[in-house]
């Protein structure tokens, strides 16, 4: 990875955190159905002119009930779940909530998919929830708040997004990247929309929660989802992923910085707990530790 790429990965990780941002301040305002039905409409209409080509539309039509299911589990209901929580919980700590979807994708591959774990694997799950649990623990305790609710809340989303990337690998690993992100927002639209009508809000939200629900779908989505595949291209799938570590930070920060959200020491115990869960589930512990252990080895 250049210099370049890698601060295009860091600049995407930092839009990505910074959506927590837009989404705890716009969600009182607009409701977490409109919201999310005015960010994942704003994306399509941007993303969809991408994908107008013989090809893309062949995939979209051949596959659209699989690309349906993935617009419902990978951004409908995860979307208007966070939104829903983000009502009760700080925007850093759904930041790292967020990051337990690679510990859902290999507990559901490997009960739905009979993919292997590791018993590194089967540490970091245990690492990963335990780390949850602390950071329930300490949210609660902050906020002098029981935030069961909200935390389940972000646990089935971040349970569907595992569930989708294994749906995805499963039966839509041939339709394209861009086709699949453009079309499950188009589907994730489609079925928000008959449900906007019963929860629009009450009053017209101010101008700012307006500019907030533009820029989480345009700058948060849209953007980010062509940087995300740029990133794809240039560096592959399994560097462009390690944005999934770096988004928590960024939520966290940004959190502190522009809502002063407050890290107590024992939130902080839960979120190296997660992080770590997260790294050892997916691996990364194990391949830097084996790419030193190749480059300590004498040469011949």
């Known amino acids: ?125 245990l690492i990963g929830f335990m780390g949850v649990s602390v950071l329930s623990t300490a949210q609660a305790a902050a906020f002098d708040t029981l935030s069961i609710l909200p935390t389940l809340a972000t646990l089935v989303a971040t349970a569907l997004y595992g569930y989708a990337g294994c749906f995805t690998k499963q039966y839509l690993s041939d339709v394209k990247p861009m086709a699949l992100a453009a079309g499950s927002l188009f589907a994730a639209t489609i079925c928000l929309v008959p449900l906007n009508i019963w929860f629009m809000p009450d009053t017209l939200p101010s101008a700012k929660s307006w500019g907030d629900a533009i820029a989480l779908g345009v700058l948060c989505t849209a953007l980010a989802y062509l940087m995300y595949f740029r990133l794809i291209a240039s560096v592959g799938p399994s560097n462009a992923l390690t944005v999934a570590y770096l988004i928590p930070a960024f939520g966290i920060m940004w959190g502190i910085i522009l809502l002063n959200e407050t890290f107590t020491p024992l939130m902080w115990l839960g979120v190296i707990l997660v992080i770590c869960g997260v790294l050892l589930v997916t691996g990364v512990l194990k391949s830097l530790a084996d790419k030193r252990r190749l480059k300590s080895k004498p040469a011949h």
Do not use: D
């Open 1 to 125: 990875m250049q210099i370049r790429e890698f601060l295009e990965l860091v600049l995407l990780a930092s839009i990505w955190g910074a959506s927590f941002i837009f989404t705890r301040t716009a969600t009182p305002e607009f409701g977490p159905i409109s919201l999310i039905t005015l960010r994942a409409g704003l994306a399509s209409l941007i993303l969809l002119p991408f994908v107008c080509n013989r090809a893309a539309t062949r995939q979209l039509t051949q596959h659209w009930r699989g690309i349906l299911v993935v617009g419902l589990t990978n951004t409908a209901i995860p979307f208007c779940l966070f939104s829903y929580s983000l009502l009760h919980i700080g925007a850093g700590y759904a930041s790292v909530m967020n990051a337990t979807a690679p510990m859902f994708g290999a507990l559901i591959g490997w009960l739905w998919l009979k993919q292997r774990l590791s018993g590194l694997a089967v540490l970091g799950l």
